[in-house]
């Protein structure tokens, strides 16, 4: 089989080119806000704990070779925690390196081709596969090579890295989906269909999903396509990053991802848009397959085995919470094991332990990154399979619930509310002596720390999201119970929630459940066990939410593990400014991309549209972008006069008055050279410090001419007229109505507004509550403002500001 380069040199030497900027960084030559997003989209993460950052990798469908993983353990010996963290979408993690070690690990990484450009960041991230792909005895065909092949185009594209938001891709080796595909944003699911075309009689093909996603709004993918050919799944993945770069929101984070797109359209016309972008894909690429062929000659077409399954034969139905530990293959004679360390966390040591035997057998042994914060090793005789057991028996587990997910939680993530790791251990403690028919009761649990999924809670048959429940004794950490999520095929379901319970009593609650399970529903599979004794569920739920007064039960007032009373102190929501930033080097680099392919339209547009979102101008339309561009930057006096004139001839051009820009080549790069340049001056307070370029252009036009930012200030003041009201109170200050307006676009429309004002003077702005509440006053007061009050609303606050000196 051939395997895909997977590293190509451009990605290459940027990532070695991180430590020059890591330099400059550390050498003050570049401010934190400008490299955060830097080192963001080059998975380097600060985690809540100030100093520390966590490394993610890009692990392709989970291949990792031994020479990798011992580089990779060299790295968390010698650089991290000496635990290396296995995710759930097939990653590993370092964690505790210091930012001045992180460029070290990189390109330690990269002497062993692993790649983490792109592992955060708004760019197809790691593509992941059924962990079992290629030896499971009932999967349809082996899908590693679509995970590499699609790695591989993204990776040499240097506009896949400059997305709305990021965008998942998933390839299952069967309808039960094991790779989830049914949640991603792009999901393919193996099936073959009877073919005279070929020897075997049959073709390969996927079912492809759009649209599914966890987190916030989440949803399960729909169907657009009940079979594609092997070989049309590039056009498919590249069809949607265009639809996603199209139709995605890049003002609202939180709604930017293709699942928002379909909730926002609708199936129809979600599936119509991607349908033309399909096809424009297909008439202006011509992909090369060789790699397909090729592995279609290697892997001796269908195998007789999987010959036998089809679309409908497929059982996906669990048939009991216990794990098969020899997992027997399709190649006869061969196993898999899987280890699971407990919340995802393998030691170094235990690293070395694996290497080492994996070295002194003389199969071929390879190992999988499981989506399931595990491991598997594949390819063993059934004599090392059972060596394998005997030796590892700490990390293998017959008991679904012992093989549970925990995300990284409030410890390190720094969006985390609950310690979801120590729930998840103390779970474990609670079921150490169970007897055993107790014990398999229950399937494992997915747990994540808040109510975004990366514990996956929403697919989860036995899942917890973790709150902050407010008392009048103070916050209680606390779990939202949700049962009977599942992918797959056939009736896939987002996990719905039953209830809350305070963290502290979960454990008990689990036990009790479990016990509830064996008395009533012991024949039954987990999902049919809550369906039929719903009522009694239910009841055990409400039982164990009971949140007593702090002197009666203080315990309630700690989270699991915790020595100090419960607090979301630490939590940092997404900050506005960076949100902006992140806006504006989107379309910067896109512009620059653009331009290097001589794009001219398509970089003009994307540079003059980079930086109206610092005046809170929103809009698509080509023909506002330049108008708005010409009265903010041209006519400031930030670039030459007669960048309006050029104006005018994209949009000629654009409407095919006239064929072709290269005659204007010169200007449009210096348009972009000029964004570019009032990005690079731009002051943490978002201010452009660029030196103007014709400040008696300036002047004539009526322009402030001010050094620095403040000339803004008078043309930005109509943009927000409309919002105005009179003082509605009657406390003498103007209100601002910016309900309705997504963050980060919001604070720029409140620095805008600001920026009107006279030192001291008093704005209130109308705000929706939730993430513009959560955000808007953090960053405003980041600023130097002061807040002077908050009033609740209906759904909105009234935000009241007192402009800073
Ligand atoms: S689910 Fe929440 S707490 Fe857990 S890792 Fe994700 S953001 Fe952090």
């Given at each position: 089989m051939i395997k895909e380069n997977l590293t190509p040199t451009e990605v290459t030497s940027d990532l070695y080119d991180f430590r020059n900027k890591l330099n400059e960084y550390l050498e003050g030559k570049m401010e934190d806000f400008r490299f955060k997003p830097y080192r963001v989209a080059r998975g380097v993460y600060e985690q809540r704990k100030s100093g520390t950052y966590m490394i993610r990798t890009r692990i392709v469908a989970g291949e990792v070779s031994l020479e990798q993983l011992k580089e990779i353990v060299r790295l968390a010996d010698n650089y991290a925690s000496k635990n290396v963290h296995l995710t759930t979408r097939q990653d590993v993690q370092l964690h505790d390196v210091r930012l001045e070690d992180t460029a070290e690990v990189i390109e330690g990484l990269l002497e062993v081709g692993i790649l983490t450009k792109g592992?955060?960041?708004?760019t197809p991230r790691n593509v992941v596969a059924s962990p079992l792909s290629g030896v499971s005895s009932d999967e349809v065909f082996d899908v590693t090579p679509y995970a590499r092949l699609v790695t591989r185009h993204f990776l040499t594209d240097?506009?896949?890295?400059?997305?709305p938001r990021k965008y998942k891709i998933a390839f299952s080796n069967s309808e039960k989906d094991t790779a989830n595909a049914l949640v991603a944003d792009l999901g393919f699911i193996a099936v073959i269909r009877e073919s005279d075309k070929s020897e075997s009689g049959y073709e390969k093909g996927f079912i492809v999903y759009g649209g599914g996603g966890l987190g916030n709004n989440p949803s399960c993918g729909i169907k657009l396509k009940d079979f594609v050919p092997v070989s049309e799944v590039l056009y498919y993945a590249e069809a949607m990053k265009r639809f996603f770069e199209a139709e995605?929101?890049?003002?609202?984070k939180n709604k930017a991802r293709i699942r928002h797109i379909l909730i926002r359209l609708g199936e129809e016309k979600f599936t119509e848009l991607f349908e033309k972008k399909l096809q424009e894909v297909k008439e202006d690429k011509q992909f090369d397959l060789k790699v397909l062929e090729n592995n279609d000659n290697n892997d001796q077409q269908i195998d007789a085995a999987a010959a036998q399954v089809t679309a409908t034969q497929v059982d996906t139905k669990s048939t009991d919470e216990k794990e098969e530990l020899l997992i027997k293959q399709k190649q006869p004679g061969y196993y898999s094991v899987y280890l699971h360390p407990e919340n995802g966390n393998i030691s170094t040591t235990d690293l070395k332990d694996l290497i080492d035997f994996l070295e002194s057998i003389d199969d071929s042994a390879d190992i999988r990154i499981s989506n399931t914060q595990g491991l598997y090793v594949r390819n063993l005789r059934k004599d090392d399979a059972v060596g394998l057991l005997k030796i590892f028996k700490e990390l293998i587990y017959p008991y679904k619930i012992d093989n549970s997910i925990a995300c990284a939680g409030a410890s390190t993530c720094k969006l985390g509310l609950c310690l979801s790791q120590n729930l998840l251990k103390s779970i474990k403690e609670k079921f150490e002596n169970v007897n055993p028919f107790i014990k398999s009761q229950l399937p494992r649990a997915y747990i994540s720390g808040c109510p975004n999924s990366c514990g996956q809670h929403q697919i989860g048959k036995l899942a917890f999201s973790g709150i902050a429940r407010r008392t009048k004794d103070g916050l209680v950490p606390t779990y939202v119970v949700h049962f009977n999520g599942k992918v797959g095929t056939k009736n896939p379901k987002l996990a719905q929630k039953y209830g809350e319970i305070p963290a502290k009593k979960l454990p008990k609650f689990l036990l009790n459940l479990a016990r509830l399970k064996y008395n009533n529903g012991n024949r039954w599979e987990f999902e049919k066990f809550v369906q039929e004794n719903e009522t009694e569920v239910t009841e055990l739920i409400e039982k164990y939410s009971v949140i007593e007064p702090y002197d009666e039960n203080p315990d309630l007032y700690y989270d699991v593990g915790a020595t100090e009373l419960f607090s979301i102190e630490g939590r940092s929501p997404g900050e506005c400014s960076l949100g902006i930033m992140e806006v504006i080097r989107t379309d910067i680099e896109n512009a620059r991309e653009n331009l290097e392919q001589n794009y001219l339209y398509e970089a003009s547009i994307s540079a003059a549209r980079a930086l109206l979102v610092l005046r809170g101008i929103d809009t698509n339309k080509d023909r506002e972008i330049f108008k708005a561009f010409v009265d903010h930057f041209v006519k400031e006096g930030?670039?030459?006069?007669d960048i309006e004139d050029l104006t005018g001839i994209l949009l000629d051009y654009k409407l095919g008055d006239?064929?072709?820009?290269e005659a204007y080549q010169e200007d449009i790069k210096y348009l972009v050279k000029k964004v570019e340049d009032m990005y690079g001056s731009l002051n943490p307070k978002l201010e452009i410090t660029l030196p103007k370029e014709d400040d008696e252009e300036s002047d004539k036009d009526g322009s402030s001419g001010s050094s620095g930012d403040g000339s803004r200030a008078s043309s930005s003041k109509d943009n927000i007229q409309d919002n105005i009201q009179d003082n509605i109170d009657g406390e003498g200050y103007e209100i601002v109505d910016l309900r309705g307006v997504k963050c980060p676009m919001n604070f720029a429309k409140v620095k805008v507004s600001l920026s009107t004002k006279e030192p001291g003077d008093v704005v209130g702005f109308y705000l929706d509550q939730g993430e513009p509440m959560d955000n808007v006053p953090k960053s405003v007061e980041g600023e130097?403002?002061?807040?002077?009050e908050i009033k609740e609303f209906d759904g909105y606050s009234l935000l009241v500001i007192e402009k800073a000196e």
């Open positions: 592992t955060g960041g708004n240097p506009s896949s890295f400059n997305l995605g929101d890049r003002t609202n930030y670039l030459k006069a006239i064929s072709s820009l130097g403002h002061t807040i002077k």
